[in-house]
């Protein structure tokens, strides 16, 4: 297994308050992704980093920030967090792009009330 | 629009016979496919890909196929396991995305023994 780790795992926060998702990886991977996954829509991409300090909105990015300032982690921020925005995070890496696999933390279940 | 499509949310076999699980596409850019498992509360966990210059390709009980005028891909299980009940998640993506991948909504797969 690749070795990438989320934290929290489980968070449940108040509509309005800041949240931090953290992806944190082993592999040394240039390549990092935030993805949300919702009933009926699969998994869909939020932001992406192709290297440290260099970050790209995927197709669902309203209301979610990244940073990444080492190699092995990338930092998914809610700036004011809604119920629309209730869902599972996941991480993922990928060596390259192209015909390159990703491989995917554990995700991060998040419940804004 | 939904680019990637599984039009199944649910799939039921017995044990040890076939299981197929269907993916239509309609972006005839891409390039590369892969089919994802996931268990619950789980991460996806890559399964098996295939790029555009084939039309098959096969790993122990799991084949791909790949027709591209019908712009259609379908996962082959032989035989079935209990083991295999799981979510199947199929993705592509195209050279000069930078690797993103676009998913389809997901089939449950159940296989009764």
């Known amino acids: 297994d690749a070795g990438i780790t989320q934290s929290p795992r489980h968070k449940v926060t108040e509509t309005g308050t800041p949240v931090t998702l953290r992806c944190h990886q082993t592999?040394?991977?240039?390549?990092m992704y935030w993805y949300r996954q919702d009933p009926g829509h699969g998994l869909r991409l939020i932001h992406y980093s192709y290297g440290v300090k260099d970050t790209d909105k995927g197709e669902v990015s309203d209301g979610y920030s990244v940073s990444r300032s080492k190699t092995e982690d990338f930092l998914l921020t809610l700036e004011s967090a809604t119920s629309s925005q209730t869902s599972v995070y996941f991480c993922a890496i990928s060596e390259a792009w192209g015909e390159e696999t990703q491989y995917f933390g554990p995700g991060t279940r998040l419940l804004v009330l | 629009d939904q680019q990637v499509k599984q039009n199944s949310p649910s799939l039921s076999v017995q044990e040890g016979r076939i299981s197929i699980l269907n993916c239509d596409y309609t972006?005839?850019?891409?390039?590369?496919f892969l089919w994802y498992k996931k268990y619950p509360a789980e991460g996806p966990t890559f399964l098996i890909s295939?790029?555009?210059?084939?039309d098959k390709n096969e790993d122990g009980r799991f084949t791909v196929f790949l027709n591209k005028s019908a712009k259609h891909l379908s996962l082959h299980i032989v035989p079935s396991q209990p083991g295999d009940s799981a979510v199947y998640f199929c993705a592509a993506s195209f050279s000069g995305n930078t690797g993103k991948l676009i998913f389809g909504q997901g089939t449950t797969l159940q296989v009764k023994p």
């Open positions: 592999e040394n991977h240039r390549y």
């Open positions: 972006n005839s850019m891409f390039d590369y």
């Open positions: 295939i790029s555009s210059i084939k």
